[in-house]
């Protein structure tokens, strides 16, 4: 059987500890063999960043801007104990930070769902996916606490020098403060990002804030999304026959509860924090999750949602066998082969990425799975693989189908 072949490269982010042991393994057993795979790499493994003192990770991200598309490994965001386990000279930055502060993106995360890894949430059927924005708000906040009796004030002074002033509180007795912000051009980057990929997935899309409560600051956002809605994308979401649905931010949460999934849900920055967590815990499983920053250019960076699992490299290093899911790490990889088959028009490359999911979802459901998903499966005798016949396993589904 001939390979399938690629036109652009995909930029490859290979990256830390288990998930960098599981990329060989998917490379190995599941693309190669099929896919003529160009890729330009960058070894974004801690070691490696620190030796280009992290111009390798500034590099990925300006040739993801140069090809459109990246497929990135979990990597180490070091701290302390990694300052001395790798013998670092800094402490590097999160890579996921800067080629975010690179890409300006939105990150949408989503759930692959599977009959046996049933949600929390009975009416949920299809998988929800939250929207985050990644700026602003109480994340770049200032605060004080306040001593006793005094007047806070919020002062605005333009660069000519008038000020404006809004009174928050008269204190009478001790208390604390806040000071938030964001900026329109970020709101709009977001809101592009969001509109965008609701029509690449075709799937509606909700936001929503407290504007009745915060008549300036999350009305603003409201704005933002509604006349960036009305003038560039209302036509398109009309012809691809999905919605822009805006509501109060508890109308949201008690309608989610209730839906059958299936949408895109726009969350500002605090909001999406607390919810992302909510959805990925309700839907069974961190190792089934997917996550895909795009940019409002219209880049992509396809990874998973989990971290290097930290725990199970030690193990395998100890020379014992692990039981790693490698289902959202395959699923960065088909994420990234089919928007590049879908850009290139290399219609057999998007079928591959569709097929190969579909092995992995066929397998668990066949009952062969990691334990992580065995512990939480409703199917009765679950087959619990180590972290390579688990691949394998994957790769006579696919041969199969
Ligand atoms: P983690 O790698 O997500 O793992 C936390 C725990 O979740 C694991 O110990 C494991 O539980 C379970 N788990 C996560 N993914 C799994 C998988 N694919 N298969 C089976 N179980 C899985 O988070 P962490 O251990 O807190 O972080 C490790 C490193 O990852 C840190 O250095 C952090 O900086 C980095 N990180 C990177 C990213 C990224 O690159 N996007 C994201 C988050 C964290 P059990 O141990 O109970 O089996
Ligand atoms: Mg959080």
Redesign the pocket.
């Known amino acids: 059987m001939s390979k399938i072949q690629m036109t652009t490269p995909l930029v490859e982010m290979d ?5 960098r042991i599981l990329w060989q393994m998917i490379k190995d057993e599941l693309l190669l063999p099929f896919i003529d795979l160009k890729t330009e790499y960058y070894d974004l493994g801690l070691e490696h960043r620190n030796e280009t003192d992290d111009k390798v990770t500034v590099d990925s991200a300006e040739a993801t801007k140069k090809y459109g598309v990246a497929v ?6 070091p ?1 302390a104990a ?1 300052m001395t386990e790798y013998n670092l000279k800094e402490m590097w930055k ?3 930070g800067t080629i975010r502060a690179i890409l300006d993106g939105t990150v949408f995360r989503a759930p692959i769902v599977v009959k046996g890894i049933e949600p929390n949430v009975k009416s949920w059927k299809k998988p929800i996916t939250i929207a985050r924005h990644a700026y602003g708000d109480v994340y770049k906040n200032t605060e004080m606490r306040i001593p006793g009796a005094g007047k806070v004030e919020l002062v605005y002074t333009a660069e000519d020098g008038t000020e404006e002033r809004a009174l928050v509180h008269t204190f009478n007795g001790p208390g604390v403060v806040q000071g938030q912000h964001n900026i329109d051009a970020s709101i709009e980057s977001f809101a592009h990002s969001c509109f965008k990929f609701a029509l690449d997935t075709k799937q509606d899309l909700w936001f929503a804030s407290k504007d009745t409560i915060s008549k300036k600051y999350d009305h603003r956002f409201k704005d933002i999304f509604q006349e960036i809605f009305d003038k560039e994308y209302k036509d398109a979401f009309d012809k691809a026959g999905i919605e822009y649905f805006y509501t109060l931010i508890d109308d949201a949460v008690a309608r989610v509860m209730k839906s059958e999934g299936g949408f895109i849900w726009a969350c500002k920055n605090y909001d999406g924090d607390v919810m992302s967590d909510m959805i990925s815990s309700a839907f069974g ?3 089934m999750m997917t ?1 895909v920053l795009v940019s409002p250019q219209g880049y992509y960076e396809y ?10 490299y030690y193990k395998h290093l100890k020379g014992e066998e692990t ?7 395959i699923f960065a990889w088909t994420g990234a082969l089919r928007k590049r088959g879908e850009l290139d028009n290399i219609p057999e490359l998007s079928a591959f990425a569709d097929k190969l999911e579909q092995a992995c979802i066929k397998t668990i459901e066949d009952g062969k799975m ?3 998903l065995a512990l939480i499966t409703s199917i009765d005798n679950p087959t619990v693989l180590n972290s390579r016949d688990f691949i394998i396993e994957i790769r006579k589904t696919f041969e199969s189908l």
């Open positions: 990256g830390d500890e288990m998930t990135k490994c979990a990597t180490i965001t701290n990694r999160s890579p996921n499983s961190l190792a996550s990874e998973a949602a989990h971290g290097t699992v930290q725990r199970h039981s790693t899911n490698s289902v959202a790490t990691t334990k992580d």
